[in-house]
């Protein structure tokens, strides 16, 4: 394996776990959808960002009192836009985006770093997700870029291999019907 994508594995690996249970932590009292993984389209940054159904329908609520959602287009963007995801502010992984920034031409290790966050995702056992009232056959994983007209290519891309079949699909389908 390329020495990059080695060591963006190892600090992956490294970050992943506890900030995935002390973001599991925060919302145990809830029922977690998603949990993604963002950065943007120079790939120097990267995130982890998640939603409950609860936290989903208080910010609609929100913005709909705001004059900001008045569409089923709307309520899509914020159900799957990660940059409006109510849990994760803690889990930037700076030092992973050090790595990245300092990597010439990193967007060419893109789909390794993909593939990677897909492996550490599948390996986590869903022992993790139980001891905080979660399901991981539930929750729908993917990857998004904040800033860039690639984005949907990037989730629909990741989703399948980071999320159990069913729940992929109907992700796949979150535009379908729209105008």
């Given at each position: 394996m390329d020495h990059f994508l080695k060591e963006f594995e190892?600090?992956?690996r490294a970050g992943f776990l506890p900030y995935l249970e002390q973001t599991l932590q925060e919302m145990q009292h809830e029922k977690v959808y998603a949990c993604a993984f963002g950065t943007d389209s120079d790939w120097?940054?990267?995130f982890m960002a998640a939603n409950t159904e609860e936290s989903l329908a208080r910010h609609i609520g929100r913005m709909k009192e705001e004059g900001l959602c008045?569409?089923?287009q709307d309520e899509?963007?914020?159900r799957w836009g990660?940059?409006?995801y109510q849990y994760g502010e803690d889990t930037h992984f700076n030092y992973i985006s050090r790595l990245l920034y300092a990597t010439e031409d990193v967007q060419n290790y893109k789909d390794g770093m993909i593939n990677i966050i897909a492996k550490v995702v599948s390996e986590t056992p869903n022992e993790v997700f139980a001891r905080y009232g979660q399901s991981k056959a539930d929750i729908t994983f993917f990857m998004s870029m904040t800033d860039d007209d690639e984005a949907e290519e990037?989730?629909?891309q990741s989703v399948v291999l980071m999320t159990e079949g069913g729940v992929a699909t109907e992700f796949l389908k979150r535009y379908d019907g729209l105008e």
């Open positions: 190892d600090k992956f120097i940054t990267l008045d569409s089923e899509i963007y914020y990660c940059s409006e990037l989730e629909n």
